[in-house]
């Protein structure tokens, strides 16, 4: 059974630097073929893909965030990191990771966690 | 930066058949996924690789692909496939995009 959990901060001010872990269970990331990626969606409006880690070490990013991203995993402890820096607060928006593969998409999501951006 | 189009909104009746596009310069070369969210909740895959049906997604969901355009129908609208429709794909350098997503509304 694959389960994906989104932990870190609810309010961040300003200007600071978001992290982000996703914990997963049920798969491994050395798994060829295996990715996990970060969606994010703010209050009301659509999903935005930002950025996905393979089980290579491949990464890619959104071209319009990409300067503020920074992706890694930790296969011995079944997380991957996403940092954002220079919040602002129209990053406000419910942060989710994904399973991916190429043969099937996001497959599995976790529940997502709420960042608010505020001073 | 790449697009992908949809339609805000689609309504039907239930038990009519709903049908919601996505058009983007790429879809003939990579391939379309679709996402089903409700309200508070996370996305659900419906179809992947243009067509595809995973396991437990109800058989009146299905995708086709038409050049630049990718379809999601449903077949036969029930009560309960109201929600946001999203599609995503990719660039040409594998770069993922969602579209900005149709909300199904059954009437």
């Known amino acids: 059974q694959i389960t994906l959990k989104e932990s870190g901060p609810t309010l961040v001010k300003p200007t600071q630097t978001l992290t982000l872990t996703c914990t997963f269970s049920?798969?491994?990331?050395?798994?060829?073929?295996?990715?996990v990626g970060w969606i994010r969606q703010p209050p009301g409006k659509a999903l935005e893909w930002l950025a996905l880690?393979?089980?290579?070490?491949?990464?890619r990013y959104s071209p319009s965030l990409k300067s503020r991203l920074t992706i890694t995993k930790d296969t011995s402890k079944n997380q991957v990191v996403l940092t954002m820096t220079n919040m602002d607060p129209v990053d406000t928006a419910t942060y989710y990771c994904a399973h991916s593969t190429a043969a099937a998409g996001n497959d599995y999501w976790g529940q997502g966690t709420l960042v608010t951006v505020s001073s | 930066s790449y697009e992908l189009t949809q339609p805000p909104s689609v309504s039907v009746s239930p038990g009519q058949t709903a049908r919601i596009t996505c058009s983007g310069d790429a879809l003939p070369k990579q391939y379309a996924y679709w996402y089903q969210q409700k309200p508070g909740q996370a996305p659900v895959l419906v179809i992947y690789k243009d067509s595809e049906r995973p396991s437990g997604i109800p058989e009146r969901f299905s995708g086709s692909s038409s050049g630049t355009t990718v379809t999601l129908t449903i077949s036969g609208v029930q009560a309960e496939d109201e929600a946001d429709y999203y599609c995503?794909?990719?660039?040409?350098?594998?770069?993922?995009?969602f579209g900005g997503g149709t909300k199904l509304t059954v009437l």
């Open positions: 049920g798969f491994s990331l050395s798994t060829s073929g295996v990715g």
């Open positions: 880690i393979y089980w290579n070490d491949d990464k």
């Open positions: 995503q794909s990719a660039d040409s350098s594998g770069s993922e995009v």
